[in-house]
């Protein structure tokens, strides 16, 4: 994911959305990881997701809170496989 579609400004950073280009390795990767300070009150769990493009392939995941809470971890991707952080599921 190109990172000039990505906007650095304040409405990003509210919505926890981020991109990368790592140089020299070919990938390149978008996230997104909202956070609701209110989630208490508003009774909603936490969401994370990645899309990632190395070497000519796309991966996508997207994991959600097992329990009500602030804000997830974004999944990670190793060998093709997604992993979603400790209390969270794959929902992608």
């Known amino acids: 994911v190109p ?5 650095n400004g304040s409405t990003a ?3 926890g959305i981020s ?18 300070t209110n989630y208490v009150n508003d009774g909603t769990r936490a969401y994370s997701g ?5 070497n000519g392939n796309y991966a996508q995941g ?3 809170s097992n329990d009500n809470a602030s ?3 974004v999944p990670t991707f190793a ?6 952080a400790s209390g969270s ?3 992608r």
Do not use: H, K, M
């Open 19 to 36: 991109a990368s280009n790592s140089a020299g390795t070919g990938a390149e990767f978008a996230t997104v990881q909202p956070a609701n």
């Open 89 to 91: 599921t794959l929902i």
């Open 50 to 54: 990645r899309i990632q493009y190395e």
């Open 3 to 7: 990172t000039q579609y990505i906007t």
């Open 62 to 64: 997207i994991c959600q």
């Open 71 to 73: 804000q997830l971890a």
């Open 13 to 15: 950073d509210n919505l």
């Open 79 to 84: 060998s093709g496989a997604v992993s979603c």
